[in-house]
């Protein structure tokens, strides 16, 4: 079964940093792009963050500096490290995958979401 599930979310003090996970099932390696993504409520789903192919990385102007995706093939999962949050920062955080064929996007999956709470 093909799926995502994050997890790493919680509360954390308005500073602190947080490490979020995205487990891809049933391999990482059919999936060519991943992408981090967060709502918070009265807003839109926005991009935070996203990596394409092994290393390819771009980030929202919101996430430079503070923010960073990676992908371990061997763990099947991509990570969200985020320092520095603030309360902006707070809201459901999404992962999101592309199965890409001859260049164009196939299918796109989304995770169940995982909450991240800061507080001042």
């Known amino acids: 079964q093909v799926q995502l599930v994050e997890s790493g979310g919680g509360l954390v003090q308005a500073g602190g940093s947080l490490r979020l996970s995205c487990a891809a099932s049933?391999?990482?390696?059919?999936?060519?792009?991943f992408g981090w993504y967060r709502q918070a409520p009265g807003k839109q789903r926005e991009l935070v963050a996203q990596i394409t192919g092994p290393e390819k990385t771009n980030y929202a102007d919101s996430a430079k500096g503070r923010f960073s995706i990676s992908r371990d093939n061997a763990k099947n999962t991509v990570y969200l490290q985020m320092n520095s949050l603030i309360s902006e920062d707070a809201a459901v955080y999404y992962c999101?995958?592309?199965?890409?064929?001859?260049?164009?996007?196939?299918?796109?999956?989304w995770g169940q979401g995982t909450q991240v709470t800061v507080s001042s």
């Open positions: 999101n995958a592309d199965i890409v064929g001859y260049g164009l996007v196939i299918k796109t999956y």
């Open positions: 049933p391999s990482i390696s059919i999936f060519r792009d």
